[in-house]
């Protein structure tokens, strides 16, 4: 559709301009240079439209952050612009240092997955000093100035985890949470729903630790839960890398506890369609990355975009 409006500015700014010509009488042989100067100026602007746009990722060492940053690209280029992608690798200062790399390069606009909520607000400020628009995925930024914000629900989605957990217990039982990187907004509000979901059952969170998002931390961590907990009905970790970490120190411990994910990633789907999960909660990591340049592109070209932008979800259960 953009190249659709290009091409009816070009041929608009040709006719008016034959026009012109068309009432000169003689002196229009002279004057023909001057028409082709202008019509190459009108379509090196048209053409400028277009440009780079960067994309911070929290970490690339992560199934669903691979996932997000694919769909940013192939909308990227669908809508023509150059996608820059820089992979934080989980570290706020490495953060910092991709955005002032991004505004050195003057990208049109900057999308960033947050490593922390709170640590990213300098980075924010320093793209909000250069003049260049930001847009947060998947986890939300506590401070500076962001255009839109697109991302799941988080806050329901550790609701209907932790509602199924409910169902599945029957009100009452022992659950570990494993969570997410400190400071992270997903982290926070899938915890937040999650014990609002189990608050006034029986059902006790015996231990609340966190592994940071990463398998091997979840696989280590709940080892040293499952020596220190006798009795563990069902674990609930904030991503499916953890929930698989889990999974792991739980079957070499030869014991049988439920673990409810969250992502769907391909290994934790497979996991459920085995039964070695219970559920896992389903977001869209393609469409988070997908929306954020789409709100991107319609930015640039000054139309007014919506400051959240949801996502849908939904419980796998098989």
């Known amino acids: 559709m953009r190249k659709f409006k290009k091409l009816l500015a070009v041929g608009g700014i040709l006719v008016l301009l034959l026009g ?13 240079p001057e028409v082709d100067v202008e019509v190459e100026q009108e379509v090196d602007t048209v053409e400028e439209a277009t440009g780079d746009i960067g994309l911070v990722i929290s970490t ?28 934080s690798r989980d570290d706020s200062a490495q953060e910092l240092s991709n955005v002032e790399d991004l505004v050195q390069q003057e990208v049109a606009a900057i999308l960033i997955n947050p490593v922390d909520s709170d640590a990213v607000e300098s980075a924010i400020q320093m793209a ?37 957990i409910v169902e599945q217990l029957a009100g ?31 059902i006790e969170v015996v231990a609340r630790q966190t592994a940071n998002f ?7 961590v709940m ?17 499916d890398e953890m929930a698989l970490g889990a999974l792991q120190a739980i079957e070499a411990s030869g014991r049988e506890i439920m673990v409810v994910g969250f992502d769907a990633t391909d290994d934790a789907q497979a996991a459920v369609a085995e039964g070695q999960m ?14 954020g ?14 400051s959240y932008i949801p996502v849908a979800l939904e419980l796998i259960t098989e």
């Open 214 to 220: 990463n398998r091997e931390e979840g696989l280590s």
């Open 60 to 87: 690339l060492n992560n199934p669903f952050f691979v996932s997000l940053e694919e769909g940013a690209e192939e909308a990227a280029q669908a809508l023509g612009y150059n996608l820059i992608v820089l992979d």
């Open 223 to 239: 080892e040293n839960i499952l020596e220190a907990e006798e009795t563990i009905d069902a674990v609930f970790a904030h991503n």
């Open 278 to 291: 219970a559920a896992t909660v389903a977001q869209q990591p393609e469409l988070i990355g997908s929306l």
């Open 293 to 306: 340049i789409e709100t991107a592109v319609a930015l640039l070209a000054g139309e007014e975009v919506e």
């Open 172 to 202: 009452e039982g022992n659950v570990v949470e494993l969570e997410g990187v400190p400071g992270a907004s997903a982290a926070r509000d899938r915890g937040a729903g999650f014990n609002a979901a189990v608050e006034g059952t029986d």
């Open 20 to 32: 012109v010509l068309a009432g000169c009488g003689g002196d229009t042989a002279e004057e023909a």
């Open 128 to 164: 909000n000093e250069a003049n260049i628009p930001v847009i947060t995925l998947d986890r939300s930024a506590e401070g500076g100035e962001v255009v839109a914000h697109v991302a799941s629900d988080n806050v329901a989605g550790g609701e209907m985890a932790g509602q199924f």
